[in-house]
C-alpha cells in the first residue's frame, strides 16, 4: 500500500531564506508526483508535476525534484515571501489512476 | 467555467440526514475524482470516474456513499444516513489525462 510522508510537519523561516520540503514514498511504481498548495479553508492548487521519467520541474521560484528509486522528492522555495505561507503537499498517483497524498507542510514566512 | 466548481460550499445536516454535493469539473476533462479531507489531514481519496463510470470506487468508506457522473460531465456524491464521522471537506478535482489535477475550493459538510 502506497504510504507518501511528509517532512516537516511545520515550518517557519524569516522572509527571504530558502527552503526545502521533503516527501517521501513507499512504493516507487508511481506515474507521477505533484506538489500542490492549499491556502486555509480553500482547496488546492497544483504547482509542479514531474512525470516518473523526468528528475526535476522548475516554476518561478519553485524547484521541485524526483528521485523515483529512493522514493523522495523535495520542494525547493528560493528567496521566500510572507506570501508563501500556505500548506504544501506532496502527491503521487499509482497504478490504478489513484493520487495519494501526504499530510502536507505548513509552512509560515515571517516578514 | 474557468474552473471546478462545487456546490455548496458549506453544507449542515442532521445526523441520519441524506446529503447531495455536486462538483462541475472544467469541460473536456474526462477524469473525476472526489476525496475527501478532515483536519490537518491531506486528502483522502474516495472515487474516479473516467467519463460516465466509476474506474475505481475502492477509497469510499461504506455503502452509504455512492457517486455518480451519469452523462459524463457533473457529478454528485451522496451520502446517506449521515453520521458525525461524516463531518469533512470534500473535494472534487478533473483532469484531462490522469495528469495535472485540478481541485475545486471543497464543500465543508458538517454533521450535527
Known amino acids: 500500500k502506497q504510504e507518501v510522508t511528509q517532512i516537516p510537519a511545520a515550518l517557519s523561516v524569516p522572509e527571504g531564506e530558502n527552503l526545502v520540503l521533503n516527501c517521501s514514498f513507499t512504493?516507487?511504481?508511481?506515474?507521477?508526483l505533484q506538489w500542490f498548495r492549499q491556502d486555509p479553508g480553500k482547496g488546492l492548487t497544483s504547482l509542479l508535476l514531474i512525470q516518473s521519467s523526468q528528475r526535476e520541474q522548475t516554476s518561478g521560484r519553485l524547484n521541485a525534484s524526483l528521485d523515483k528509486s529512493s522514493g523522495r522528492s523535495t520542494l525547493y522555495i528560493a528567496a521566500s515571501q510572507p506570501g508563501d505561507s500556505a500548506t504544501y503537499l506532496c502527491?503521487?498517483?499509482?497504478?490504478?489512476?489513484?493520487?495519494?497524498f501526504g499530510a502536507g507542510t505548513r509552512l509560515f514566512v515571517k516578514a | 467555467g474557468a474552473g471546478v466548481s462545487q456546490t455548496p460550499s458549506n453544507k449542515v445536516t442532521e445526523k441520519g440526514k441524506y446529503v447531495e454535493l455536486r462538483c462541475d469539473p472544467i469541460s473536456g476533462h474526462t477524469a473525476l475524482y472526489w476525496y475527501r479531507q478532515s483536519l490537518g489531514q491531506g486528502p483522502e481519496f474516495l472515487i474516479y470516474?473516467?467519463?460516465?463510470?466509476?474506474?475505481?470506487d475502492s477509497g469510499l468508506p461504506n455503502d452509504r456513499f455512492f457517486a455518480v457522473r451519469p452523462e459524463g460531465s457533473v457529478s454528485t456524491l451522496k451520502i446517506q444516513r449521515t453520521e458525525r464521522g461524516d463531518s469533512a471537506v470534500y473535494l472534487c478535482?478533473?483532469?484531462?489525462?490522469?495528469?495535472?489535477?485540478?481541485f475545486g475550493p471543497g464543500t465543508r459538510l458538517t454533521v450535527l
Open positions: 470516474f473516467q467519463g460516465t463510470g466509476a474506474a475505481d
Open positions: 502527491a503521487v498517483l499509482t497504478g490504478g489512476f489513484k493520487t495519494i
Open positions: 512504493d516507487s511504481a508511481i506515474y507521477n
Open positions: 478535482a478533473s483532469s484531462l489525462d490522469s495528469g495535472r489535477l485540478f
